[in-house]
């Protein structure tokens, strides 16, 4: 059987305009070749736990809740009331992370002491599952989708993901009305007190407006160090315990 490499091949044509963009424009120094093995093996972890995850959320029914009026809605309508309640789903999904509850599911994230595109990769087993489920529940509201929607989709997650912890000197206080930058993301990922429960937007920064957890970059300032102060062992760090 002949290995499909589009998928591959999508990724990593990503990940080279994103390290050309941090290349020419970057906000902090990384060294790269200090770094970018440790990543590829988070990044390794983490499609080991997407395929655990895509048993798991395979096996959920989820009955088709939606009525007929909303299911014969054009599918572009139907896409952005999708990817508003996703990102909505997101915002509150990465707040209740930071609880002391559920705090340890995300630790490994906010492990990396730099930021970079693929910096953001990582995600332990439990933060994969829970991250998931929204999309299980939210999928109806699509209903019939077509096969395309998905592989587009799994690009959009990709670039989000990559564009949120890039490494760029990107400011614009207009975009951040409305969108998450990656200077707008840092913040968040700084070892600054100010603001641990602060910007926890993916895609849209008018949650944490309306929910009253934004933090303004300018305050933070271009300074900022990033990491966790607890230690911990790496693979206790992967499966969230």
């Given at each position: ?77 139907k896409v952005v ?149 607890e230690s911990a ?5 992967a499966i969230g315990?």
């Amino acid at each position: 059987m002949d290995f499909d490499y589009t998928p591959f091949l999508i990724y990593w044509s990503i990940g080279a305009a994103f390290f050309l963009a941090e290349w020419r424009y970057p906000a902090r120094p990384v060294q790269y070749r200090l770094v970018f093995i440790k990543d590829l093996l988070a990044l390794g972890t983490y499609n080991l736990f997407f395929l655990a995850t895509v048993f798991v959320t395979d096996r959920i029914a989820i009955p088709n809740y939606v009525p007929w009026r909303f299911q014969s809605l054009p599918f572009a309508v139907k896409v952005v009331f999708f990817v508003l309640v996703i990102d909505c789903s997101a915002y509150w999904l990465h707040r209740l992370w930071h609880t002391a509850w559920l705090w340890r599911i995300h630790q490994w994230h906010h492990s990396p002491t730099y930021m970079y595109w693929l910096a953001g990769i990582r995600a332990s087993l439990p933060q994969v599952i829970m991250a998931a489920i929204p999309f299980v529940i939210w999928l109806p509201l699509l209903k019939p989708v077509p096969p395309l929607f998905f592989i587009l989709y799994s690009v959009y997650l990709i670039v989000t993901n990559n564009w949120m912890h890039m490494n760029v000197t990107w400011r614009s206080r207009r975009l951040e009305w409305i969108f998450v930058t990656p200077r707008y993301h840092h913040v968040h990922h700084g070892d600054d007190p100010r603001f641990y429960m602060r910007n926890f937007g993916v895609v849209f920064t008018f949650w944490d407006r309306l929910f009253g957890t934004y933090a303004d970059p300018e305050v933070a300032g271009p300074e900022i160090r990033f990491g966790i102060q607890e230690s911990a062992g790496p693979i206790r760090l992967a499966i969230g315990l």
